[in-house]
Nanobody, 116 residues
Framework: QVRLVESGGGLVQAGGSLRLSCAAS?????????MGWYRQAPGKTRELVAI???????NYEDSVKGRFTISRDNAKNTVYLQMDSLKPEDTAVYYC?????????WGQGTQVTVSS
């Protein structure tokens, strides 16, 4: 099994910053897994925010490029999402994801609210 626990969400004013963390654990988890962040705003479908491969390759959703940075610490089995220049439209529940082949695992989500 794989367990993902997010932290770092909260309320911030537009233009501010937050750093999300996601710690992975479990007998099935491996540092060879890819990891990522998704978000889901009220009334909308869940969307990809950023992903990072086991070797550090990254990909970002267009609206967050230049503002968000995904990174990982394989020694700590942790992935981070540094979010800068936050906008009200970034308000959503952010979910950590870990994947390997056809297997995917999810965290419980953490709320990020950006006030205007």
């Amino acid at each position: 099994q794989v367990r993902l626990v997010e932290s770092g969400g909260g309320l911030v004013q537009a233009g501010g910053s937050l750093r999300l963390s996601c710690a992975a654990s479990g007998s099935s988890f491996s540092s060879s897994f890819g990891m990522g962040w998704y978000r889901q705003a009220p009334g909308k479908t869940r969307e990809l925010v950023a992903i990072i491969t086991s070797r550090g390759g990254t990909n970002y959703e267009d609206s967050v490029k230049g503002r968000f940075t995904i990174s990982r610490d394989n020694a700590k089995n942790t992935v981070y999402l540094q979010m800068d220049s936050l906008k009200p439209e970034d308000t959503a529940v952010y979910y950590c994801n870990s994947y390997s082949g056809f297997r995917a695992y999810w965290g419980q989500g953490t709320q990020v609210t950006v006030s205007s």
